[in-house]
């Protein structure tokens, strides 16, 4: 009687780790679903006007850094290859540019592709308004011939505290190489 139960619980447990195995085994060829529904979505926009030897006073962003065959004052050809721009742009919730900013814009873009404009941004939205404090933080490349382009928001602090998420930039308006303007369409999928 000892003996057979015993014989029984062995089998039991012999099955028990085979379907445990089994289980391991589909589970590795199964990726966790999580849902990918955004935390949080807002949509700004944020106007660059840059340098062009004439309009310092009102320009919010400057070539800093140009390669050897080019100037800072204008941009390089071949796609602006190699240009570093420093902007301080305002961030308004409209497209209008004279609307009251909630913050600023702030950070570099680069140009580094020769036969297609494309850029790389590493930026903040510094954010100073009733509604928000704190900041998001951006980066990513930026196909700007391409309607929309997705960046990462790596970051962020105060009321944006750890966020992550993804941002679609389109542009909204250009004129010439002196002003553009970018809808930023952000939704954060982690969120504290
Ligand atoms: C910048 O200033 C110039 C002249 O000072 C003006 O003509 C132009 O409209 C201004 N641009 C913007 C975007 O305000
Ligand atoms: C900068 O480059 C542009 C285009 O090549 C040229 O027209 C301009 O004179 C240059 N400016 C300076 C300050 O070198
Ligand atoms: C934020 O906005 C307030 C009120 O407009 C202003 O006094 C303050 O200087 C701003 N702070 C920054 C960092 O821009
Ligand atoms: C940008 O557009 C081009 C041409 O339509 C496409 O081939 C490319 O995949 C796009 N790039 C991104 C990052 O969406």
């Known amino acids: 009687m000892e003996l057979r139960s015993s014989i029984y619980s062995l089998l039991f447990f012999f099955l028990l780790?085979?379907?445990?195995?089994s289980n391991a085994l589909k589970n590795t060829h199964k990726i966790p679903q999580r849902p990918r529904k955004p935390c949080k979505s807002m949509v700004y926009y944020f106007h660059d006007v840059l340098y062009n030897g004439k309009n310092a006073k009102n320009a919010t962003s400057a070539i800093v850094g140009a390669p050897a065959w080019a100037n800072t004052t204008i941009a390089a050809g071949q796609s602006h290859f190699g240009d570093v721009v420093v902007f301080d742009d305002p961030i308004t919730l409209t497209n209008d540019f004279y609307s009251t900013p909630?913050?600023?814009a702030q950070g570099f873009y680069l140009y580094d592709r020769k036969d297609v404009f494309t850029s790389w941004l590493g930026f903040s939205f510094v954010f100073n308004s009733t509604e928000h404090k704190g900041s998001l933080n951006f980066a990513g490349a930026d196909p700007l011939m391409n309607k929309t382009r997705d960046i990462s928001v790596v970051g962020g602090t105060?009321?944006?505290?750890?966020?992550?998420?993804?941002?679609?930039?389109?542009?909204?308006?250009?004129?010439?190489?002196?002003?553009?303007?970018l809808r930023t369409e952000i939704n954060l999928y982690e969120c504290w």
Do not use: I, K, Q
Request: hydrophobic share 45%; aromatic share 16%.
């Open 17 to 21: 780790s085979l379907t445990n195995l």
């Open 102 to 104: 909630v913050g600023r």
């Open 158 to 181: 105060g009321d944006f505290f750890m966020a992550r998420g993804v941002a679609t930039l389109m542009t909204d308006a250009f004129e010439g190489d002196v002003y553009f303007r």
